[in-house]
């Protein structure tokens, strides 16, 4: 158990709503980071928050998603208009390497 | 830009061989860090071990070292006495950038013991 969690674990909806994914990372650690992996891929980055900052966005995060870390605790992660492509494992990682989430496995029907 | 490429789709060993998984990276930045994890079927990333680009040793981690080859840029790594509960999915991993671009991952490794 790494100390991050993720929430929640399983996530099935339905083409064009909308989702939100959470993560709880280690107290002290004010790095955050969000992966997403596709099956058969390694982990892919989608974004990084300093604390509360948002510094990276990768070109994979499309106007579709949003993410947030408020008071830089937990951050959460929206997909709006879903669509079956964005079908996959979404990993949040608190520190840049060492303690990642369980994960949040995400099914667009 | 940087790169990992894992060769190795898929390996069959049998229980307490060694193993070898490939890696080679690419990267332009002098300092960066290499990465193994684990990933059973549930899905978590479990981190093995890592080696800094300075390291002057290669990295080990009970049953895990790594075969540090900078000047061909490969991280081998390797499983000695392998187990049954060693058969997942590995990735590796580099780290450079200063980290604010994450971790960029190969495609994989699909690691079966065979008893």
């Known amino acids: 158990d790494t100390g991050v969690s993720q929430d929640p674990r399983h996530k099935i909806t339905k083409r064009g709503q909308n989702v939100t994914f959470r993560c709880d990372p280690i107290s002290e650690h004010n790095r955050l980071y969000w992966y997403r992996q596709t099956l058969g891929q390694g982990p892919e980055f989608l974004t990084y928050f300093q604390n509360e900052a948002q510094l990276e966005k990768s070109r994979l995060l499309s106007d579709r998603f949003s993410a947030e870390r408020p008071k830089g605790s937990f951050s959460t992660l929206e997909i709006q208009r879903t669509e079956q492509g964005d079908s996959a494992m979404y990993l949040c990682a608190s520190s840049r390497s060492q303690g990642f989430g369980p994960g949040t496995r995400l099914t667009v029907t | 830009a940087q790169k990992i490429t894992q060769t190795q789709p898929g390996m069959f060993v049998q229980e307490k061989e060694a193993v070898t998984l490939d890696c080679t990276y690419d990267?332009?930045?002098?300092?960066?860090?290499l990465f193994w994890y684990k990933q059973p079927s549930s899905g978590e990333m479990i981190f093995l071990i890592y080696q800094g680009s300075y390291d002057q040793q290669n990295a080990t981690e009970g049953r895990y070292s790594l075969n540090f080859q900078k000047a061909r840029k490969s991280a081998n790594l390797v499983i000695s006495a392998s187990q049954l509960g060693d058969s997942a999915m590995y990735f590796c991993a580099l780290d450079s950038g200063g980290g604010a671009d994450g971790l960029t991952f190969g495609k994989g490794t699909h690691l079966i013991i065979q008893p």
């Open positions: 990267t332009s930045d002098p300092s960066y860090g």
